[in-house]
């Protein structure tokens, strides 16, 4: 089983603040910590364990600029077996069906049985690589996917649907699927196999390499553009309850005592 | 007339609340472009459901076929590429679901059509077709222009347009179209639906819950917040990654991926409240919330809200509930 991975290099905003920057077209870049987007770290994880039941090879790419390289070495520590990073300035400002398009011109020609991305990435959550890279490799494709169980020339996958609920689904290979968190464990990598991996090669690929024009990505090739960011509204106005932890703790039982809910 | 498409969401036999909160948003579109609304009903014997999508909806295209019993969202493709290019819509719009995100950005591809995705607002300015969308579990929001297109197809996010019926029935026409599959669907195949394993706490009868969030940061600090809960006279709800690592069963997870609930009290600790999470529990009766970041998005759904580390909150909020439950039992 010849595997590719397609990876993403974002910035961890769940517990961090952000800051809209003077652009007002991104936010502000200092001061948040890079890594590999949580998806796609659990399609990493699914590739290398297919690798390792059935053999065959990972292969991880990711579209960015240098510092990008980080993601790409984790991958390689895990058990990717080559590393690619598409790196030009008029990458700049692709959508996810610029960014597809990128993709696509590299994958088609390596070999490969199944395809994998994360569902989504945390910081554009688009969720449509995936599938826009299956039209253009003419592979079907499922999304969302928490479990996966490889048959001859098949894979059965549970899709997440609402509710608790999944649904099973037969699909032919070689095929794309989008993972969901949750759907394994991912590994943890030693510091000793993430300098090991630091030997390796990453490969390196510009416009001139992927067959297509300026017009195919960044802004041009791209389905929207972004106006302007901003913050969303509140919804309903809470009281900010202040003070030392103590303070804080009696305001909040009392106000559990006042409802009666203690 | 050009027309406004929308794709009804339906499984095992019911309408999914998305298809009428997207009828409504595109009535208010159809009467700002002067487009007419049309619902697309795909399915097997799904007759009676187009008659209630007649209330909304000038026009229901209705397409019956035993293969579309379960969404095969290679069948649907086949299908809308025939519809939209036989009635070339203006825009087409459907659920930001499990079924949407399987079909839309390959529909989109396929046709050449312009795509945006997990819109919660959208509309024709200028000429210009704008949509707002959010960026980073919900702290961001976005309005983006999309490129110029003969079609325009979006998916939009749920829970975020209010259903209403129009003010008069419309009666809407139900043209049945012949099925355009002519052989079966071989690259992918529905199987069946897979239920989660039942687990032994029913979240949604809960008077009292605790949600935790990946602010928990380590399965060792597990026992702490069960021990709060239990104190509490609650039980441990949970967002996402905490179900994701295995700490809590997936019957605990609340959100649009596992469980919607209403208890008297929710207090959330170390949940940023992205969406897909927040949409569970925002009915609550009273909900406190717990978070390091002050512009967390559970803060705008909160009717108290926590700037501080949760771990400094946790031990005295423990003994405070203690003390009033002890005076309590001898005033």
Redesign the interface.
């Known amino acids: 089983m010849d595997i590719v991975v397609c990876v993403k290099h974002v910035?961890e905003?769940?517990?961090?603040?952000?800051k809209?920057d003077a652009t007002g077209k991104a936010?502000e870049k200092t001061g948040l910590v890079y890594d590999i987007n949580e998806w796609d770290d659990y399609a990493l994880e699914e590739a290398v364990r297919i690798k390792e039941k059935h053999s065959g090879t990972v292969t991880a790419i990711t579209i960015g600029a240098e510092d990008s390289d980080s993601t790409l070495r984790k991958c390689l520590a895990r058990g990717a077996d080559k590393a690619i990073r598409l790196t030009d300035p008029k990458f700049e400002g692709s959508d996810?069906?610029a960014i597809?398009k990128i993709l696509h011109s590299v994958i088609k020609t390596l070999h490969f049985d199944i395809v994998l991305t994360g569902?989504q990435a945390?910081?554009?959550?688009?969720?449509?690589?995936?599938?826009?890279l299956?039209?253009?490799l003419k592979i079907?494709?499922?999304?969302?996917v928490k479990k996966m169980e490889l048959g001859t020339g098949t894979a059965?996958v549970?899709?997440?649907?609402?509710?608790?609920?999944?649904?099973?689904?037969?699909?032919?290979l070689p095929?794309l699927f989008s993972v969901q968190?949750?759907i394994n464990?991912p590994r943890y990598v030693s510091i000793m196999g993430i300098r090991k991996a630091m030997q390796k090669e990453i490969k390196l690929m510009t416009l001139a390499d992927t067959g297509l024009t300026e017009n195919d990505v960044g802004p041009a090739g791209?389905?929207?553009?972004?106006?302007?960011?901003?913050?969303?509204?509140?919804?309903?106005q809470?009281?900010?309850?202040k003070g030392s932890?103590?303070e804080?703790?009696?305001r909040?039982?009392?106000?559990?005592?006042s409802?009666g809910?203690? | 007339m050009t027309e406004i498409f929308v794709l009804a969401e339906h499984r095992q036999g019911l309408m999914r609340d998305i298809t009428y909160e997207m009828l409504t948003k595109a009535r208010e579109i159809a009467e700002k472009t002067n487009a007419e609304l049309t619902a697309v009903l795909l399915g097997k014997d799904v007759k009676e459901h187009a008659k209630t999508l007649a209330e909304y909806a000038k026009t229901v295209l209705l397409v019956q076929d035993p293969r579309l019993e379960n969404f095969n969202s290679e069948a649907y493709r086949k299908i809308l590429s025939k519809l939209i290019a036989d009635h070339k819509p203006l825009l087409v719009m459907m659920g930001h679901t499990s079924y949407g995100v399987d079909l839309a950005p390959r529909l989109a591809t396929a046709l050449d059509l312009t795509l945006a995705t997990d819109c919660i607002d959208l509309g024709f300015e200028n000429e210009a077709f704008t949509v707002t969308r959010q960026m980073f579990g919900g702290k961001v929001n976005v309005k983006a222009a999309a490129r110029k297109a003969e079609t325009y197809l979006v998916t939009i996010r749920q829970a975020t347009f209010a259903p209403q019926k129009p003010a008069a029935p419309t009666n809407g026409q139900i043209t049945e179209i012949p099925s355009p599959l002519t052989e079966e669907i071989t690259e992918k195949r529905f199987i069946q639906y897979v239920l989660p394993p039942p687990g032994g706490v029913d979240i949604t009868a809960a008077e009292k819950l605790v949600g935790i969030g990946r602010g928990i940061k380590d399965v060792a600090n597990m026992p702490m917040m069960e021990e709060l809960a239990k104190t509490l006279g609650g039980v441990l709800g949970c967002s996402r990654p905490i179900v994701d690592k295995g700490w809590l069963p997936t019957d605990r997870q609340i959100g649009t991926s596992g469980k919607t609930v209403k208890p008297k009290l929710y207090i959330a600790f170390g949940i940023s409240g992205a969406f897909q999470h927040v949409l569970g529990m925002k009915s609550s009766d009273l909900i406190i919330a717990i978070n390091k970041d002050p512009k967390a998005p559970i803060f705008s759904f909160a009717d108290y809200a926590v700037v501080e580390d949760l771990f400094k909150i946790v031990p005295p909020l423990k003994s405070k509930i203690y003390e009033v439950q002890a005076k309590k039992a001898c005033p």
């Open positions: 910035p905003t769940a517990e961090a603040e952000l809209i936010i996810g069906y597809a569902m945390g910081d554009d959550g688009n969720a449509m690589v995936g599938p826009i299956a039209e253009m079907p494709h499922a999304t969302m059965k549970n899709r997440e649907l609402e509710g608790g609920l999944e649904e099973q689904v037969e699909v032919k095929a968190t949750g464990e791209s389905w929207s553009r972004i106006e302007k960011l901003y913050v969303p509204p509140v919804e309903k809470a009281e900010f309850l932890p103590e804080v703790a009696t909040i039982a009392e106000i559990l005592r409802r809910l203690i």
